[in-house]
């Protein structure tokens, strides 16, 4: 079995609750991943129920990326 995870995800501004579609990267489940916006990297960590991460100030959610088990040989 392999995991293999969406390179984007959405992040939801906590302060006004607007919500946009970033690229991921260095994706480990359960831990972090980096969310890109534009030039602006937010490092986003597991607090046991949703991805946080801060950045400029201002406080950001996520679910994370999708993920998806292959199965079998690849």
């Known amino acids: 079995m392999k995991t293999i995870y969406d390179n984007k995800a959405i992040l939801t501004n906590t302060r006004n609750e607007q919500s946009v ?4 990267d260095n994706v480990r489940a359960n831990e972090s991943f980096d969310a890109f916006i534009a030039t602006n990297k937010i490092h986003m ?10 950045a400029h100030g201002m406080e950001f959610t996520s679910k994370g990326p ?9």
């Not at 999708?66 to 690849?74: D, L, M, P, Q, S």
Request: proline residues 0%.
């Open 21 to 24: 579609e970033v690229e991921v």
């Open 66 to 74: 999708n993920e998806r088990v292959i199965k079998g040989r690849f």
């Open 45 to 54: 960590r597991w607090n046991g129920k949703i991805y946080i991460g801060n």
